[in-house]
């Protein structure tokens, strides 16, 4: 994905007690962080005898690339951020994730309209009471340690991941068993009807990798370790130099699949023989590099580039949407905002447009919806309960921080410096917050530390992060207890319980309309605006398409 912006697509963001209180930290750095570059439209369910079209037509980036791809050569990418780890089970981070990408690959995953596709899995099947999933394997698929895939991986794999990732564990709540009846099926046995299931497992955020059974036992909860990076992907792990660079190469035993389903699936190619991942954290530096042939694609561009970008001969802009949503997270486990009418206060205090323009300046890249989800996931997309989204009045937050006995004392406002984004969310929010009465005192951190701090509700009263797309509602981050801000809602409990129940799509989109409602009623975060990101290659790129985020597979290099 791209920044998980908020925390980046906050980072490696989780770490507490659902995942443990680094692993919340990793959560939210993918909520920041993770500008996901989507152009589809639209998350759609597999139903019980395979996968389900839509019609969605791919966003297309401001320029496409133009040429047939040809094998050879280095693409060299400019990323923002190190990742924590290469595992892509084991962080969320988006910059493990698009790394990651290349090396590994899931089960199920998502075509290049978000829906929900086979990668490693050749079919499955649903017994009638849901409870039994069967999944037949793809055969001859070949780890880059040379072992054959088969169903003993798969079960290990699939293990690991119902320990670490928080999707993962949320699923194993409902899993009785995992077992493999031959070395090319495996069945997931559930204790009760549980509709998320595929959902879970073809979301592409602290994933259900595919990794030689072996590794996944020796690892255990511990991320891998460098010679354990192995996967079934078209590139494989060769190097990193720790803040500095990551190079994968083609791994010519790759067996792709032939559709044409574009994302996560379907045809891959490697193209060129490396991939270069330089880590270069300064914006202008990743800029300029394009722009003198340092570099082939550079990854979160501020929004005022983009008419140099898009009028540079040798460059050409990348839209990316969806992206993320950003949003100021209120801490509710102590005053002043453990009572709901100052959340409110804040809430009937933000004028949603300003925000929107402060932050991100032409209304290209912004859009003010209230909803959960993003109108580009057409199966978790409704305005339904949105009403209580950009109520900006400020004569009703004023009331309601006098019915609070709000006093005066100062608010400690939370952001980092690191993502301009997130800095000048920052600064428009204290602004309209000042506006009304309240005495806002923000401080900006350096990224690494922002991330310790929101571990700690005594660092801050709101912070400042992002959220990147989710595929399901069970993969929402700040639903969950232990995440930053620490919400817990017997509400929120009994709709995500009924949402794991519920197969029909009418009975779904009711579901999603009452999330809308609670979020605003509950106010755990308080959104502003959608974000339209902005990345960028140069004009030697062949064959690239946008998407949810990047990746450089049925890409060509040109010599």
């Keep these: 994905m791209k920044k998980v912006r908020g925390i980046e697509r906050m980072m490696s963001m989780y770490r507490v007690k659902w995942w443990g209180i680094s692993t919340l930290v990793l959560v939210m750095i993918m909520m920041a962080g993770c500008s996901s570059s989507s152009n589809q439209q639209a998350s759609s369910q597999p139903n019980q005898s395979g996968t389900v079209e839509n019609s969605a037509t791919p966003m297309q980036s401001a320029a496409e690339p133009q040429g047939e791809p040809k094998k050879g050569g280095t693409i060299r990418v400019a990323i923002d951020a190190d990742p924590p780890t290469l595992d892509w089970m084991s962080s969320p981070s988006s910059a493990t994730t698009t790394v990651a990408y290349h090396i590994f690959e899931q089960l199920f995953t998502l075509d290049q309209n978000l829906t929900i596709k086979p990668m490693l899995a050749e079919d499955f099947k649903v017994s009638e009471d849901q409870k039994i999933y069967t999944i037949q394997l793809r055969e001859g698929v070949t780890f880059h340690n040379g072992a054959t895939m088969k169903a003993a991986d798969v079960v290990a794999s699939i293990n690991r991941w119902g320990a670490l990732s928080g999707v993962g564990r949320t699923m194993f709540k409902k899993v009785q068993e995992i077992r493999a009846n031959d070395d090319y099926t495996v069945e997931i046995v559930m204790k009760e009807a549980y509709a998320p299931v595929l959902a879970n497992m073809a979301d592409p955020t602290q994933s259900l990798a595919v990794i030689p059974a072996d590794i996944a036992k020796q690892a255990d909860k511990a991320p891998l370790e460098d010679a354990q990076l192995i996967g079934t992907g078209p590139y494989q792990f060769d190097s990193w130099k720790r803040g500095q660079q990551i190079m994968l190469k083609r791994f010519d035993n790759y ?55 898009k009028s540079s001969p040798n460059t050409r802009p990348v839209l990316t949407k969806p992206d993320s949503w950003i949003t100021v997270v209120p801490d509710k486990s102590q005053p002043p905002f453990n009572d709901v009418r100052l959340r409110q206060a804040i809430n009937f205090a933000l004028d949603m447009d300003k925000i929107g323009q402060g932050v991100y300046g032409p209304k290209d890249f912004y859009e003010v919806d209230g909803a959960v989800f993003f109108s580009d996931q057409k199966d978790l997309y409704t305005t339904e309960g949105t009403e209580g989204y950009n109520v900006y009045n400020p004569d009703k937050a004023k009331e309601l921080m006098k019915q609070a006995g709000y006093d005066g004392k100062p608010i400690k406002l939370i952001a980092t410096n690191s993502f301009d984004d997130h800095n000048n969310a920052a600064q428009v929010l204290m602004h309209q917050l000042t506006e ?124």
């Design 255 to 309: 067996a792709s699949r032939e559709e044409d389903w574009g994302g996560l699936t379907g045809k891959k190619v490697a193209y060129a023989d490396q991939l270069q991942f330089k880590i270069v954290k300064d914006t202008q530096v990743r800029f300029s590099g394009l722009q003198t042939d340092q570099f082939d694609y550079a990854v979160r561009m501020p929004k005022d580039l983009f008419e140099i970008i």
């Design 436 to 559: 009304v009465g309240f005495n806002v005192d923000l401080q900006y951190l350096e990224w690494a530390t922002f991330l310790n701090a929101v571990n700690d509700p005594a660092n801050f009263d709101l912070f400042v992060t992002g959220f990147p797309p989710t595929y399901d509602m069970t993969g929402l981050l700040w639903i969950n207890p232990t995440f930053p801000g620490l919400y817990t809602s017997p509400k929120m409990d009994a709709l995500v319980e009924e949402w794991t129940r519920t197969l029909d799509q009418g009975e779904k989109t009711k579901l999603l309309g009452e999330l809308n409602k609670l979020m605003y009623e509950e106010l755990p975060v308080i959104k502003f605006v959608n974000e339209v990101g902005l990345e960028a290659s140069n004009d030697k790129l062949t064959g690239y398409q946008a998407w949810l985020s990047y990746r450089f597979w049925n890409v060509g290099i040109a010599k």
